[in-house]
């Protein structure tokens, strides 16, 4: 981010920050300037604070010392390197990354939108980002980039702040309880917008329900001051309002095509917002009834700190989805292909098929596993098999294990490949035909090569 070499601590500053995760300081040091606070060997400029994270397959720990050499002003560790910069020794580098990035978001008293949920995030995320610039200018918003949601991403996105910042959009994203309390402890919300609580990382929580529980100590994080946007038709509001009632923050509902404090709908020029704030339009084309809950989600959000309906409409109108996550496009022989390949869970399954039996016929599914399915998994495909073909899907072509199951649920007109290699030279054939292409599974499966392959091979009209 253009803001990480603004960013100055002195040693009392990362000290004082990191709390009861300091365990020991090894080295000469003054308390002079550091700056920015980096997790990439790579990227080190002088005097900037290096942290070792850890992963499955990496340990920062083996480049401390080649980050000392590229001027590093300080490490934060887990074990001394026996670097001849200054060693900050604490119990846990992800954590004190967190530490640190809630302190650098503490110093600004400015709007701050989180948002959490089960499906939707990362849509209703870029499209308050892209009002909030709106409203604000490019240089004056910080927002989370691509689905940097987690514990590594949500850090990196706070320490963008910076003197010109008006206002923050935060993506927060959960996959095992007591993830999300950490979050928010860090992002420290103003308003949080829940988009709903649907089949979600089933391996690691507890049904709906328990996304629901732990999506909501995000409401838990909020002040009295604070807004909760929540979703007035899902069937987990009076949790929700529940836990918001417990904090004494404003309540804000949101729904599609139904009645709430701001309601949206499609008309023959987009979209149209209603609300006590006003009402808005955008000429937004989108396909979708989770695309307009989403559109209204942002909405609502926007219009809960005080944004004005201009800013709203042109950045709406504007919108274009990232890669993975609906963008559509419209190849040279008519046919329309719908990408869709970022992630996937039994009820984005049934919203993109519902897409999908909105689209001109032929029509036809490609699908890959759902990841995160937990001892349900075989159960889950085998409904998205069957529903693809009750909502009139002409074929199935899947890969993955678990599709076996999909395919053999839809029945005649489906057929499972054995690689993305396979299936990849059966959609090209198909693209030929026209008609409408929906791809949709879990990132895992690698399936956006193949939407990639295709759009290139078939040469695009037009992308929305």
């Known amino acids: 981010m253009k803001s990480e070499t603004k960013q100055l601590w002195s040693m009392t500053s990362l000290l004082q920050a990191l709390g009861d995760l300091l365990v020991d300081v090894k080295g000469r040091h003054t308390d002079m300037r550091f700056g920015p606070i980096l997790t990439d060997s790579r990227r080190l400029i002088p005097g900037a604070v290096f942290v070792a994270l850890k992963g499955a397959s990496f340990d920062g720990h083996d480049y401390a010392l080649s980050a000392c050499d590229a001027g590093a002003g300080v490490l934060i560790l887990e074990r001394s390197v026996g670097a001849p910069c200054p060693e900050i020794i604490v119990k846990d580098t992800a954590l004190a990354y967190g530490a640190l990035a809630r302190a650098w978001r503490s110093q600004y008293a400015v709007p701050v939108i989180c948002v959490v949920g089960s499906n939707g995030k990362t849509t209703t995320t870029q499209m308050i980002a892209g009002i909030l610039?709106?409203?604000?200018?490019?240089?004056?918003?910080?927002?989370?980039?691509?689905?940097?949601?987690?514990?590594?991403?949500?850090?990196?996105?706070?320490?963008?702040?910076?003197?010109?910042?008006?206002?923050?959009?935060?993506?927060?994203?959960?996959?095992?309880?007591?993830?999300?309390?950490?979050?928010?402890?860090?992002?420290?919300?103003?308003?949080?917008?829940?988009?709903?609580?649907?089949?979600?990382?089933?391996?690691?929580?507890?049904?709906?329900?328990?996304?629901?529980r732990e999506n909501g100590m995000a409401i838990v994080a909020l002040s009295a001051k604070g807004t909760a946007v929540l979703p007035k038709t899902d069937a987990c509001l009076p949790l929700w309002q529940q836990l918001a009632c417990a904090r004494g923050c404003r309540v804000v509902t949101y729904a599609a095509e139904a009645l709430a404090d701001v309601s949206g709908r499609r008309d023959t020029e987009g979209m149209h917002f209603s609300s006590k704030a006003g009402e808005v339009k955008a000429a937004l084309q989108m396909p979708g009834r989770h695309v307009l809950h989403d559109a209204t989600a942002a909405v609502a959000a926007a219009q809960a700190i005080g944004v004005r309906a201009e800013a709203i409409d042109s950045a709406l109108s504007a919108f274009r989805?990232?890669?993975?996550?609906?963008?559509?496009?419209?190849?040279?022989?008519?046919?329309?292909?719908?990408?869709?390949?970022?992630?996937?869970?039994?009820?984005?399954?049934?919203?993109?098929?519902?897409?999908?039996?909105?689209?001109?016929?032929?029509?036809?599914?490609?699908?890959?596993?759902?990841?995160?399915?937990?001892?349900?998994?075989?159960?889950?495909?085998?409904?998205?098999?069957?529903?693809?073909?009750?909502?009139?899907?002409?074929?199935?072509?899947?890969?993955?294990?678990?599709?076996?199951?999909?395919?053999?649920?839809?029945?005649?007109?489906?057929?499972?490949?054995?690689?993305?290699?396979?299936?990849?030279?059966?959609?090209a054939a198909e693209a030929m035909q026209g008609g409408s292409i929906m791809v949709k599974a879990s990132n895992f499966m690698k399936l956006s090569g193949l939407v990639r392959t295709i759009v290139d091979a078939n040469g695009v009209f037009r992308t929305v």
């Open 321 to 427: 989805p990232v890669s993975g996550r609906g963008v559509v496009h419209r190849l040279r022989h008519g046919a329309v292909l719908i990408d869709e390949a970022y992630n996937a869970n039994p009820d984005s399954m049934r919203a993109a098929i519902d897409v999908l039996a909105e689209m001109p016929e032929p029509r036809l599914l490609v699908l890959g596993d759902m990841g995160e399915v937990g001892d349900r998994g075989a159960e889950f495909h085998r409904e998205i098999g069957l529903y693809a073909k009750e909502r009139g899907v002409a074929r199935l072509l899947a890969v993955g294990p678990l599709m076996k199951e999909a395919v053999e649920a839809f029945g005649s007109d489906a057929r499972h490949f054995d690689s993305v290699e396979s299936l990849e030279k059966a959609v």
């Open 133 to 212: 610039r709106a409203a604000c200018g490019d240089e004056c918003v910080v927002a989370t980039q691509k689905n940097y949601n987690n514990g590594v991403g949500v850090p990196m996105t706070l320490l963008g702040f910076n003197a010109q910042t008006k206002a923050a959009v935060v993506e927060a994203g959960i996959n095992h309880p007591g993830e999300m309390a950490q979050l928010v402890n860090w992002i420290r919300p103003t308003v949080v917008v829940m988009t709903n609580a649907q089949r979600e990382h089933q391996e690691f929580l507890d049904g709906v329900e328990g996304s629901a």
